[in-house]
């Protein structure tokens, strides 16, 4: 395994379900990020994790829970979304926060509330 | 105003055209700036990284940065089919990823 992985690669959740999405990374990084990508729009940073501590949350909703329980593994804990939550998540990894600028991508999941 | 402002296209060329692809941005801060790209149903990959000002040159591909205009530009020189993707800017006032901000990236499709 090399780089960095999601699960799933797509996922279809009613309004009142509960899921996660999970991030790997295998590059020995130490920050790791959550965002969230629409169409025409920016890439959106949602969360910062550096060495499994939480160093930013860009005012995210309540419905979105991230989870860091090492350095090479990320979750966001999914419940109660709204259709305009329908994006794809990508999960990003680099050496620090602050060292070395290259964030390091996964293939994202794409998520579809109905 | 946005911060970054990237055109979105989509932008279509005959392959072997020379393709220049552009973003402004407004916070005079910035010094670090990247180009990924990112191919259908993949996250973005790092392509182009350009301390301050000046050109950068890897193979087909040049990034350019302009910072008294607040502008930069990536070149793809020879394009090929394989550089049909979205092109996205991303720059930072700081060293590390966490403040990278992205334009809204450009589609790009080169015809065979």
């Known amino acids: 395994e090399t780089g960095v992985t999601q699960t799933p690669r797509h996922l279809v959740m009613g309004m009142t379900n509960k899921k996660s999405l999970k991030c790997e990374q295998h590059?020995?990084?130490?920050?790791m990020y959550w965002y969230k990508q629409s169409a025409k729009k920016p890439l959106e940073l949602m969360f910062v994790?550096?060495?499994?501590?939480?160093?930013e949350n860009n005012s995210v909703p309540s419905r979105f829970s991230p989870e860091c329980p090492n350095s090479s593994h990320l979750f966001l804990h999914l419940h109660t979304l709204q259709p305009e939550d329908s994006a794809l998540y990508l999960c990003?990894?680099?050496?620090?926060?602050?060292?070395?600028?290259?964030?390091?991508f996964g293939q994202g999941t794409r998520l579809t509330v109905v | 105003q946005k911060e970054v402002e990237q055109d979105p296209g989509p932008l279509s060329v005959p392959e072997g055209a020379i393709v220049s692809l552009n973003c402004t941005y407004s916070?005079?801060?910035?010094?670090?700036f990247m180009w990924y790209r990112q191919y259908s149903r993949k996250g973005p990959e790092l392509l182009m990284y350009?301390?301050?000002?000046g050109n950068k040159e890897d193979g087909r591909f040049t990034a350019q940065v302009d910072k008294s205009s607040k502008y930069i530009s990536l070149f793809i020189r020879d394009s090929q089919p394989s550089d049909s993707a979205t092109y996205l800017c991303?720059?930072?006032?700081?060293?590390?990823?966490?403040?990278?901000?992205f334009g809204q990236g450009t589609r790009l499709t080169i015809n065979p």
């Open positions: 990003a990894s680099s050496l620090t926060t602050t060292g070395g600028t290259e964030a390091f």
């Open positions: 590059l020995g990084h130490n920050a």
């Open positions: 994790y550096n060495f499994k501590e939480q160093t």
């Open positions: 916070n005079s801060a910035f010094q670090y």
């Open positions: 350009t301390y301050s000002s």
């Open positions: 991303a720059m930072s006032a700081v060293q590390g990823a966490q403040k990278l901000v």
